[in-house]
């Protein structure tokens, strides 16, 4: 097999296969003598010679070469790009340069799509390359989740629906086989490459990303050394019945416009603006605002003075809803409030993304229909719905993520302080509920392999961005150099200004607060 003669070259390349990758090239097996990296021209052989080949089940049906450049930081690359029936699509990114390292990067929201380390230009040409290949050197992977999201027939939630073979394969794979697929994918081409596998494995997701982060955690604790999870709640179950719940909501009178939504939260940057020590028209702490949505009933003194952005009673009850914890009837905590966001680009989204998880969970195509999503009851539902999302594979288990924090490997958890889409306050909560698992285990101090950062920022998704937020190095240091993170910074542009600004990412429950100086700057606030 071409492969086979792959595997001869690299093994006899390196002096660093084992004795099994010996025995398949012929050559005897290494007697303690030095790694020799394999020459770049053995590099380019390598990636032209995988196309057609398939590693671990997954078909390599593409390969691209590029050279060395200012864009790649001075290594050269090879992307190689695979699939797995159903619609199971990967990408690989091996940097000439590599160190040893695997980052894998999780997806979001019903994924689709392959979040690319590579940026190209509309005439082709690459652009930017993710910083864990051009910086940290190391191979990349990620995969569309076992969806397509270009082809209406192939895309989620919609395929998962039609009670097919393929659909159910289709949402196995996003639940979490698609994560087992897309790491043994990589390190077997890490493996073609260098005849070894990587030295540390690391995982990085946000949102749907964020679930991956602790799927990957729970279910192959071996598999990774260090995971940053972040914008997720480590409880789908609450989550789905909570988005649900506030969908039934839509195109009812309690519902708020966008721009209702856009002015209720301006309202509430007004009232709380000082709370952080600045007035700069921005929530460094938005678990801070304790502003009364009853402000902006129509009539009030406060509210605004366009019948078009004043609130009904109704309106009011929606806002208070977002803002408080979601109970069943008997007083079981389902989902713990949000924090004041502008809620005017998910706040309509949310039945639609509840009733998506509804659908997986009991297997009724009606759940994605408005007139089935306005029956739900959440105290009828909530139990069906963890049996079903647990059943699938797709929500949390705590006491295993307990365990892969025990076992002494790092973990990051981290949300957007005001995320709009899934609640802060809930992931802390669910948070501080796994640490309270690993102390039970005999760690005394969960934070020495476990924490919990709050990005300042009121968008879901914000904040994930390396640009943003420099994670890959956090935890680099924390793995490697047992180095653990203190205070992270976030730089941004906020809304209406030309340049960035920063603030401290802070562990949880601190915010920032701004001491003095610069106040575009994040070393003018301390950790509170």
Known sequence: ?????????QVCWTGLGTLVFAMLAGCAAPQGIPSV????????????????????????????????????????????????????????????????????QGGGGFDGVIRSALTFNNSGVLTEVHPTVSQKGAVYTSSNGGNRATIPEQAGPRVWATGSA????????????????????????????????????????????????YIAAQRWPNEY????SGCETMDMTGQTSAWTRFGRLSGTPAALTVEQYKS????????????????????????????????????????????????SAAQVGTLKMLLSDVKLTDGTLVYSRYNWSDFSSVGPRFGVLGSAYV??????????????????????MYTTVGFGLNRLGLDHDKAAIAAYVASGK?????????????????????????????????VDDPSA????????????????????????????DWVENNKAPQQLTYTFTQAGATAPRSLPVCLSPQAPRYISGDAQRATSYACE
């Not at 890490?190 to 949102?207: D, K, M, N, W």
Request: with cysteine.
């Open 1 to 9: 097999m071409k492969v086979q003669r792959i595997l001869s070259r």
């Open 37 to 104: 990296p394999p020459t770049v021209a053995q590099k380019v052989s390598a990636c032209e010679n995988l196309q057609g080949q398939t590693i671990a089940g997954v078909t390599v049906t593409r390969t691209q070469r590029f050279g060395a450049s200012a864009t790649t930081g001075g290594t050269g690359l090879c992307k190689v790009s695979g699939t797995k029936a159903p619609f199971l699509d990967i990408e690989v990114v091996v940097p000439d340069n590599w160190s040893g390292r695997l980052f894998h």
């Open 166 to 213: 393929e659909g159910k394969a289709s949402a196995d794979d996003y639940a979490y086989k698609a994560l087992w697929t897309t790491v043994k994918f990589a390190k077997g081409i890490t493996r073609v490459f260098f005849a070894q596998e990587p030295a540390r494995t690391y995982f990085t997701g946000c949102s749907n990303g964020g679930r991956n982060g």
């Open 225 to 228: 050394d260090g995971i940053v």
């Open 264 to 311: 209720a939260y301006a309202a509430a940057v007004n009232a709380c603006d000082a709370n952080d020590g600045v007035q700069d028209g921005y929530l460094a702490n938005p678990g801070a605002c304790r502003f009364d949505p009853s402000r902006l009933q129509c009539g009030q003194s406060s509210a605004n003075a366009d019948p078009n952005l004043c609130l």
């Open 359 to 380: 659908m997986l969970a009991t297997g009724n195509p009606l759940w994605l229909t408005p007139a089935q999503q306005a029956s739900f009851d959440i105290d009828a």
């Open 410 to 442: 790092k973990l990051i958890s981290w949300h957007a302080t005001g995320d709009n889409l899934l609640s802060a306050n809930d992931h802390v909560r669910n948070f501080t509920a796994m640490t309270q698992l690993v102390k039970g285990l005999g």
């Open 449 to 476: 392999h476990a924490r919990l950062f709050m990005a300042p920022t009121s968008t879901h998704g914000a904040a994930q961005s390396w640009k943003e937020v420099d994670w890959a190095s956090a935890i680099i």
